[in-house]
């Protein structure tokens, strides 16, 4: 029998991982599909990281760690955050966790209580709204459109503010929509959130280094902030790391010891293998992080030259980040063999099964006119993936 909790059952599933699953199953059956749907970096991790988690497995780094993170790593990534971000953390108030979505729900978790309410811009990474519903939280969801380059504006950001708000959720560069909020963009909504000293900034900041406008910015440089801001990081997007699970965040001292308890009672430390290769991907030469953004930068160039030449298509020149998110809108409500499409999610299936592309319906970003396109992909597959969905879509009636 059955008797799920109400947590689980209130929860949706992750939409990027269930059409992960999907094209896995055809090409299971033989189907040669390009998976355009899945957020990693096709690169390998590089030999130099692989070869410090070798290392560690000979010098039987095979105990349980600290649950907060060793203290190598936990040095390196303050380093990386004065070197790179020029924000001051000391060791204590770093937290290592499987992964920066780990670090993301540990930091929610502690904060957010009962109908607290947490502001997220919309388009918005298909796990924070879930989370938020999660702890129990009410996600207050601002939409940002094609229109506004997918930015929400400082208006929008203090017109969201009620006595509830209990945190701000920004992601930049942004995944779906590629989406960079510059220095003075930042500065702006700083303003805004000095007026309200109760409300938290968490800032996923997962794409610093798949930037394409310059040099990252957070928005936990502004000192008035800086009581009140974690920054959530990790390794997985710019070491190629997807599947190493190592993620970590800088916070007020006081979070950052409800999260070492949280976690400690739920997962204790991360690997301790991947966290060696962790240290040595932030201490060692990062040339290997320059020539992946050089690919992401030429693959981004060729997916937006690609995606204009469909017509119908509008897209945005992503600023950072390994996604387009094209508006699709002009295809719905239109039909193929009888079987009209009405949704992004009928859409992405329609190209999965028609086309053999796997993509992600924009329904589960929060923008329904749009659908999330990985470039993480060879420039062979880039450009045979965009002549099938031309085909595809020229289908349509």
């Avoid at 499987?98 to 502001?119: R, W, Y």
């Avoid at 990081?233 to 006081?254: D, E, F, H, Q």
Wanted: hydrophobic fraction near 40%; proline fraction near 5%.
């Amino acid at each position: 029998m059955e008797s799920l909790s109400r947590r689980v059952n209130f929860l949706s599933p992750s939409a990027t991982v269930a059409m992960n699953q999907k094209a896995r199953d055809l090409k299971a059956k033989g189907i040669d599909v390009i998976n355009m749907g899945v957020g990693e970096p096709d690169f390998n991790t590089p030999d130099h990281i692989k070869d410090a988690a070798k290392k560690a497995i000979d010098g039987n780094f095979s105990f349980y760690p600290p649950v907060t993170g060793f203290p190598d790593l936990k040095k390196a990534v303050v380093e990386k955050f004065k070197r790179e971000n020029n924000l001051d953390f000391t060791p204590e108030q770093i937290m290592v966790s499987c992964g920066a979505k780990h670090a993301l729900s540990n930091s929610l978790m502690a904060l957010i209580d009962k109908d607290d309410e947490v502001i997220i811009p919309a388009p918005y990474w298909v796990s924070y709204v879930e989370l938020v519903k999660l702890c129990e939280g009410k996600p207050i969801v601002i939409e940002a459109k094609y229109e506004s380059s997918f930015k929400i504006t400082p208006a929008q950001l203090e017109k969201a503010i009620t006595p509830k708000t209990k945190a701000f959720l920004i992601c930049s560069p942004s995944n779906p929509s590629g989406a960079v909020y510059s220095r003075n963009e930042l500065r702006a909504f700083a303003d805004v959130l000095q007026k309200h000293q109760k409300i938290f900034i968490l800032s996923d900041e997962i794409y610093e280094h798949i930037n394409f406008v310059g040099v990252h910015e957070s928005i936990a440089q502004f000192p008035e902030l800086k009581d009140r801001v974690v920054v959530i990081n990790g390794v997985s997007k710019a070491y190629a790391m997807t599947g190493w699970r190592i993620g970590y965040m800088g916070a007020p001292l006081w979070l950052t010891k409800a999260c070492d308890k949280l976690q400690g009672q739920m997962t204790t430390g991360a690997s301790t293998i991947a966290q060696k290769a962790a240290v040595a991907a932030l201490t060692s030469d990062q040339q290997c992080v320059k020539d992946m953004n050089k690919a992401f930068r030429r693959r981004k160039d060729l997916m937006v030259k690609l995606i204009r030449e469909i017509e119908g298509l509008k897209v945005c020149d992503p600023e950072g980040a390994f996604y387009v998110f094209p508006v699709v809108k002009n295809y719905l409500g239109m039909s193929i063999n009888g079987r009209k499409i009405n949704t992004t999610e009928e859409l992405c299936m329609y190209l999965l099964e028609d086309a053999h592309i796997s993509t992600v319906p924009g329904d589960a970003f929060g923008d329904p006119d749009c659908i999330r396109i990985s470039f993480a992909n060879s420039d062979e597959n880039l450009i045979e993936a965009m002549r099938r969905m031309k085909e595809a879509l020229g289908r349509m009636k």
